[in-house]
């Protein structure tokens, strides 16, 4: 039987991240064999992976992702467990990691980044991201689910971002027609606006007609139970739709950053520029 000494448990330890025992156990069951107590430990991790996983994920965190030339970026929801374990450095590694293949490959459907070879540390052992968060939920010991993902890439602006300091909620913005440190700034600012006011529409045009109508059957309810003129409803209605546009469309909501500007405003004051795309994520909502 092979000598297992603390610096070969050690060694296990930093090749696999799994604890001492575990590391203990492989190496005494592979007779000092590395390679053969690696495939042992990811058995285990496997196993036990698949008992944690119909445990509730309430917790998690959303990453974000942007190349250094500010054309792709990426945008993941990853859940566990507990806080606890979302304030673990592995689980914050695993999320950095996933945000930026998402955003290298562009994926923007969960099944397709799982199934994808892992872009990691260990890219050349040719598994794939599902195999990895499957030893992350070994290596935690927590159920870790990947719940949802998207992406964007720009040819003629740039794409900003805003991380909240909770790690919880993020944006990804996309603002066309320049390019440019400023514009950057500006793109992150308005990705911070997302982050913040949780404006469900870009602009009013992306608004579903259904809402639209609902909001009006509401305006024009309120306006006859406050005594209006029938001939008057439709145009109350109208005109406290703005204000539904200004709160729920992020274009014409009042900028958090410049006072009595809408946010269309303030991207007027930078030049020729737009926001053509956002994606916004917080953890738990949908």
């Known amino acids: 039987m092979a000598t297992i000494n603390a610096a070969d448990v050690k060694k296990l330890r930093e090749m696999t991240s799994a604890g001492i025992m575990d590391c203990k156990s492989a190496l005494t069951e592979s007779e000092g064999d590395f390679d053969k107590a690696v495939a042992i430990l990811r058995e285990k991790k496997l196993a036990d992976a698949g008992k944690k996983a119909d445990r509730t994920t309430a917790e998690g965190l959303v990453g974000v992702h942007v190349s250094e030339d500010g054309k792709r970026a990426g945008i993941i929801e990853v859940n566990c467990e507990t806080d606890f374990v979302a304030r673990n450095d592995k689980f914050q590694e695993l999320v950095g990691a996933l945000a930026a293949q998402a955003a290298q490959h562009q ?32 290596t935690l010991g927590e159920n870790i689910v990947v719940a949802r993902v998207a992406a964007l890439q720009t040819d003629n602006g740039v794409i900003g ?38 404006a469900p529409y870009l602009n009013r045009d992306q608004v579903p007609a259904d809402v639209i109508e609902g909001e009006k059957h509401i305006y024009r309810q309120q306006a006859a139970g406050e005594g209006k003129p029938e001939a008057m409803l439709d145009k109350i209605a109208e005109g406290r739709l703005n204000k539904f546009y200004g709160q729920n469309t992020l274009l014409e909501q009042e900028s958090i950053h410049e006072s009595k500007q809408t946010v269309q405003q ?8 737009t926001v053509t795309r956002f994606v916004r994520f917080e953890v738990g909502e949908a």
């Open 161 to 198: 971002s805003y991380l909240h300091t909770d790690g919880k909620k993020a944006a990804l913005v996309e603002v066309d027609g320049a390019t440019g440190e400023a514009v950057g700034d500006l793109a992150r600012k308005v990705a911070m606006q997302a982050v913040a006011m949780k």
């Open 107 to 138: 994926f923007a459907d969960v099944a397709a980044l799982l199934a994808a070879p892992f872009d990691g540390d260990n890219a050349q052992s040719g598994k794939t991201v599902g195999q990895h968060v499957t030893e992350s939920i070994g």
């Open 266 to 273: 303030l991207l007027k004051s930078a030049g020729d520029v």
